[in-house]
């Protein structure tokens, strides 16, 4: 059994919500990730077993390691159909915000959310919900917004629609937001979940492999290069940089998922606790950051860059060069030595 979570007032509206709307969206955050898409995809299966009109809409594409995923290929890019969904938030009546809490995490698609008639429930597990639902579900101390949504489904009632597809979108959502839970997976009704899903008759094992083993040579040639030239210890803040020009990555014919996880590797090393990721597009630099311990990564990612996220995995992107970016977490990591300190 598990302990509730969701409060019964947010329960009994969202069940209402439900009752009554006919064509239903959900759309998740921008360079959506295994939870973003998983939690997306495993509602959109358990709504359309409810007989509703669902679609899953996206700002832009999501990485292929997830392309296994049953319903991925339904999912619309709005990046690349832009009308289609416009028309879809437009005609919705009910959209669900997964994995995402601030409007501007759907960049493009953001006004429009704010704007159509639709009755709109969050669903999310990010510190500092902004207030723009009818019905705000947002729990920070969820290991990820997948297993929340396992609880909401089972708190409305609609446990016994969850298929084995969904089932595995679910477990993929979790293990991806826990680094297949080696973080932020430390409480035993976790475990529970997993084994109700494993009852349904998902295959751990293999989902597992499916999004970690499913590399290119390409990639990982990039991860030797990345950890052999482009990786800093900065020993006297517990800290490590890796950066990565918009050059190299066309040198490694990157794509779309090939850098992930990178930022958690040198985090590996005894005593680093902070960890950041900087990587340069072609018109913005993205971030990303990782801790260990009490080092709050999303506020050094709001106070450097313009980002958030949780205390141990944040990002942020930054309008600028990649020297610059790098500039400025030079010039922050004093600011931050106290709190670099280890804290084993
Ligand atoms: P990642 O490093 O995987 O891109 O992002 C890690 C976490 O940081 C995400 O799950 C999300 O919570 C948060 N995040 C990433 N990029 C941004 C951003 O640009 N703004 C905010 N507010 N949060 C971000
Ligand atoms: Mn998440």
Not at 36 to 55: M, P, R, T
Not at 111 to 132: C, S, T, W, Y
Not at 200 to 210: A, E, M, P
Request: aromatic residues 10%.
């Amino acid at each position: 059994m598990l302990n509730p979570v969701i409060s019964k007032e947010s329960i009994q509206q969202a069940k209402r919500l439900i009752d009554k709307a006919q064509r239903i969206v959900l759309v998740a955050h921008v360079s959506p990730d295994g939870d973003a898409i998983g939690s997306s995809l495993a509602l959109w299966h358990v709504l359309k077993q409810l007989g509703k009109q669902a679609d899953v809409i996206v700002p832009n594409n999501y990485p292929g390691f997830l392309k296994w995923m049953d319903g991925v290929k339904d999912i619309v890019v709005a990046e690349w159909k832009d009308a289609l969904a416009a028309r879809m938030l437009h005609n919705a009546e009910l959209i669900f915000c997964m994995d995402f809490n601030i409007p501007k995490r759907v960049q493009q698609l953001s006004g429009l959310l704010e704007k159509v008639p639709a009755r709109k429930i969050m669903i999310d597990h990010h510190p500092q919900p902004a207030n723009f639902c009818d019905v705000t579900i947002s729990h920070p101390e969820m290991s990820s917004t997948s297993e929340l949504l396992y609880r909401f489904i089972n708190d409305i009632g609609l446990d016994g629609l969850i298929n084995k597809s969904s089932a595995e979108c679910l477990y993929a959502g979790m293990m991806t937001d826990t680094g297949a839970f080696s973080y932020n997976s430390n409480t035993p009704e976790i475990y529970y979940i997993i084994s109700k899903l494993l009852e349904k008759g998902i295959n751990k094992d293999i989902i597992y492999q499916k999004v970690y083993n499913h590399y290119s040579e390409s990639r990982i040639r990039l991860e030797g290069y990345v950890l052999y030239k482009k990786m800093r210890i900065f020993e006297e803040y517990n800290a490590a940089l890796i950066t990565l020009s918009f050059e190299e990555q066309k040198k490694f014919q990157w794509k779309k998922g090939d850098t992930e996880g990178f930022v958690n590797i040198p985090l590996s090393i005894e005593n680093i606790c902070f960890s950041v990721f900087i990587r340069e597009e072609e018109d913005i630099v993205k971030i990303s950051l990782r801790s260990q311990g009490g080092f709050p990564a999303n506020e050094f990612a709001s106070d450097v860059y313009t980002g958030g996220g949780h205390l141990n995995a944040a990002g942020g992107e930054f309008s600028g060069s990649l020297d610059n970016a790098v500039r400025l977490f030079e010039e922050a990591l004093p600011r931050y030595k106290e709190q670099l300190t280890i804290k084993n």
